[in-house]
């Protein structure tokens, strides 16, 4: 099962990286229509070697620890015809037991994401190393106004000069500071297109989300075992509140608008409908207590409405694909984290662990992931 879902994997990754690299994914030789197999697979092998690290992060400590987990289970997605599939929804282990305390809960918890992140770095180094010439951007379709540019010897804008909706991927700290670094990296519409780079950039995605911490992510472990459970709780339903908030202003620049179009009394309606869905969420999180659920709608409004007299200079943090990652997390993750057996106090080293990895959730994590501009 195993072996067939990592072949599955990348199989459908591979298409994937063909059809993300763009550069005309079917072509015609010999009478056949043939894939561009080097640009998926040039994709695909680095993004499979990041999720492996990952797990195999997991699997080898709790493997130490005599904590009984399965192999990963690769997750193919053969969607392709939804924009921007990457071909995979990720992989995970399955823990067969419960953990005993929590320096061993600690422990196989932070061991994926530092894993990973090595490996993401390792990907982005060799992405950067074999970065292509500006050349690269005159085999791309529909990319005519780039190609202008190009041939006057004009840097890329950060912004689309096209001025269609086009896919942006999110900024993040460490990108940030690969760009000064590296001056000719492709900006951040263009990124889906450089196959290894956009391997390592879903490669720390993928470590900040399984950094949040809430549950029984891994960022949720680590939290839990640094804090306890009661900490645990405040913090993670905090966390959840603040990806709600970005998610709720995202809803008011993005959806707002497309019902006052269509309906009569549009915002009217929009805004039912918003404090509908975050009634939803907050009852969810705060399991039904009604005074708790009633301060926190109110306050969550009152930023949305806040943040949109601010502007843009608040809005742009509005993301409102926050949602289906809260829906995730309050019907299937959880918000709480279970109990463990025995608490143990954490060493002195484990903690200098557990702040490397805030500072990994802070270089990798976007507020704004993937998004049309």
């Not at 080097?38 to 990041?50: E, I, M």
Request: aromatic share 16%.
């Amino acid at each position: 099962m195993h072996a067939l879902l990592f072949l599955a994997t990348l199989a459908c990754a591979t298409y994937a990286g063909a059809d993300l690299a763009g550069r005309y994914i079917l072509y015609e030789q010999d009478g056949g229509w043939w894939i561009r197999i080097g640009d998926g697979l040039r994709y695909a092998v680095p993004l499979l070697f990041f999720l492996s690290v990952h797990e195999f992060g997991h699997y080898f400590v709790a493997q130490h620890h005599r904590v009984s987990v399965t192999l990963p289970y690769y997750i193919p997605s053969p969607f392709i015809f939804i924009p921007l599939n990457i071909g995979t929804f990720g992989a995970v282990i399955r823990i067969r037991d419960q953990v005993p305390s929590t320096r061993k809960l600690y422990d196989i918890g932070i061991a994926g994401p530092i894993a990973g992140f090595v490996a993401s770095l390792v990907v982005l180094g060799y992405g950067v190393l074999t970065l292509p010439d500006a050349g690269y951007y005159l085999d791309l379709p529909f990319h005519n106004e780039l190609k202008d540019l190009i041939y006057r010897g004009q840097a890329l804008p950060e912004l689309s000069p096209s001025g269609l909706p086009t896919i942006y991927i999110g900024q993040t700290l460490l990108f940030s500071f690969l760009t000064m670094l590296v001056p000719n990296l492709p900006p951040m519409y263009e990124m889906y297109h450089f196959p290894i780079l956009f391997a390592g950039w879903l490669g720390l995605f993928f470590t900040a989300l399984n950094l949040l911490p809430v549950g029984q992510l891994d960022g949720g472990h680590i939290l839990y075992a640094l804090v306890g459970r009661k900490w645990h709780g405040r913090i993670a339903r905090g966390f959840v509140m603040l990806l709600l908030l970005s998610a709720a202003i995202g809803f008011t620049n993005d959806v707002n608008p497309l019902i006052d179009s269509y309906l009569r009394f549009g915002q009217l309606s929009a805004w039912v409908l918003l404090t509908t869905i975050l009634f939803f969420f907050l009852n969810k999180i705060f399991s039904g207590n009604l005074k708790l659920v009633g301060v926190a709608l109110i306050s969550v409004v009152a930023l949305v409405v806040l943040a949109a007299r601010l502007g843009p200079t608040v809005t742009q943090y509005g993301y409102t694909g926050w949602f289906f990652w809260c829906a995730l997390i309050v019907l299937f993750i959880q918000v709480d984290h279970p109990p463990v057996l025995y608490h143990e106090p954490l060493t002195p080293g484990r903690r200098l662990l557990g702040i490397a990895s805030l500072i990994i959730f802070a270089l990798c994590f976007s507020i704004r992931p993937i998004y049309v501009g």
